[in-house]
């Protein structure tokens, strides 16, 4: 088994998706709606990975707090990257605001980012 794809919505699937494609090399597999549905959706493919990104006319902002780890929930995407330190600077200097660089006690290095809906990101470098 393993794990074939992660969905979130979006206020804007066209900026975020640009997001993904752009900062992590995610690549477009597929577009979609349905009739009678409010919403669309655009499928996006790293590895094995998919992450479907959806968008509605009337979504519902989540008021969890994301960073406390006691709210059940999904608390963020971890993106596994060669070195976390030349990744952080990479988007530093593209102007992304993202956390600085920690030790890790399960991996080498990790640091957090935000897509554009505020879903959290984390950058990971395996031991």
């Known amino acids: 088994m ?4 992660i969905a979130i919505s979006a206020k804007d699937s066209e900026k975020t998706a640009k997001f993904y494609k752009e900062i992590f090399e995610f690549k477009e597999i597929n577009r979609f709606t349905k009739p009678g549905w409010d919403g ?9 990975l998919e992450l479907e990104i959806f968008q509605f006319q009337n979504p519902t902002d989540r ?3 994301l960073s406390n780890l006691k709210v059940i ?3 963020h995407i971890g993106i596994q990257v060669e070195s ?3 990744k952080y600077k990479e988007l530093r200097d593209k102007g992304i605001d993202i956390d600085e660089p920690v030790k890790g006690t399960t991996c080498a290095w990790f640091c957090f980012l935000r897509d554009p809906d505020g879903i959290p990101i984390e950058l990971y470098e395996s031991i």
């Open 63 to 65: 008021k969890d707090d």
């Open 2 to 5: 393993k794990i074939h794809h």
């Open 84 to 86: 976390v330190n030349e």
């Open 40 to 48: 669309s959706a655009i499928i996006l493919k790293l590895s094995d």
């Open 73 to 75: 929930g999904l608390k």
